[in-house]
């Protein structure tokens, strides 16, 4: 028997999802309409003459070779951000999943890192590496290695990706460690009984389980680092060196609010988000048909 939920007043489920859609149309959609209409035009700094231009902005974007560069920065940077937050969280939940003494203490202390602001994470790291007073950048000098994000743009994106990452463990710990805990004891029991040693337990079993998971979290690290990890760069690096951890988020606010281009700050605000929107649905569409639920 399927039972429905009924309303004696007719006005109310309308009530009921008011506050979300307004929230939706007034910080969603209108500012992506307004960021679409402005990408077509040219304006001067001060917004006192507009002219349109129709897709000028697009046309000059896509010519600009360092708008490319910074493309790629943005590929190998949300790449990288995904797949180590990930597979840290992933290795942390396992371990902590096990029995082990004050496991309560140890979750705590790895929730705790998702409390702190992104640019408070980047300040942070920044000052573990600083070639000049970091602890980190000491540590590799000692093994020979002369670490200065300032002039080396290597050093500099290992720098950004570090600090984005560990501030997304944290998230990614929490799913995960929920995921394990939803699985049955007594499908692991049973493949350990049978002779399958941990880590064929893991692939076998465990982690075709966490799939679901999994899933969610691809899509929620991939824009997280294309979006959330602004406060980062700006800590930290500000794109620097020479542009060498630029990605398009920050472009966007440095030739937007710096350069004052706000048409091609507009136009780069498009170009991200159809990049954005693009990769949820190839994710939802031939990824999750691999997931099993």
């Known amino acids: 028997m399927i039972k429905r939920v009924t309303f004696r007043n007719p006005w109310l489920p309308y009530a009921l999802l008011l506050p979300q859609l307004a929230v939706t149309l007034i910080f969603f959609i209108w500012p992506a309409v307004q960021a679409l209409y402005q990408s077509l035009l040219v304006e001067d700094a001060f917004g006192l003459s507009t002219e349109f231009v129709w897709f000028e902005n697009f046309e000059e974007l896509f010519a600009d070779p360092l708008y490319l560069d910074t493309f790629w ?76 994000h300032y002039l080396d743009g290597g050093d500099a994106m290992i720098l950004v990706v570090i600090a984005a990452s560990w501030k997304q463990i944290s998230y990614n710990f929490l799913f995960f460690l929920a995921g394990l805990q939803a699985i ?73 609010f710096i350069g004052l281009d706000l048409g091609g700050s507009a136009a ?13 649905v190839v994710q939802f569409r031939y990824i999750e048909r691999r997931v099993e639920y």
């Open 73 to 148: 920065n943005t590929v190998v940077f949300s790449f990288s951000v995904a797949f180590a937050s990930m597979s840290l969280a992933l290795l942390l939940a396992v371990m902590a999943d096990r029995t082990i003494k004050g496991a309560t203490a140890y979750k705590t202390l790895l929730i705790w890192p998702y409390a702190v602001a992104p640019a408070v994470a980047g300040v942070l790291w920044f000052f573990m590496f600083n070639p000049v007073v970091g602890i980190n950048a000491y540590l590799l000098r000692g093994l020979g290695y002369d670490w200065n």
């Open 268 to 280: 780069q605000s498009v170009v991200l988000m159809v990049i954005v929107i693009s990769l949820t």
């Open 184 to 256: 049955p004891r007594s499908l692991i029991e049973a493949a350990a009984i049978d002779g399958a040693g941990p880590f064929k337990r893991f692939w076998t079993i465990i982690f075709p389980l966490l799939s679901p998971t999994t899933f969610f979290l691809l899509v929620v690290n991939v824009v997280y680092a294309f979006f959330d990890t602004f406060g980062i760069i700006h800590a930290t690096t500000e794109g620097g060196p020479a542009g060498a951890t630029q990605i398009l988020v920050y472009k966007v606010f440095s030739d937007g």
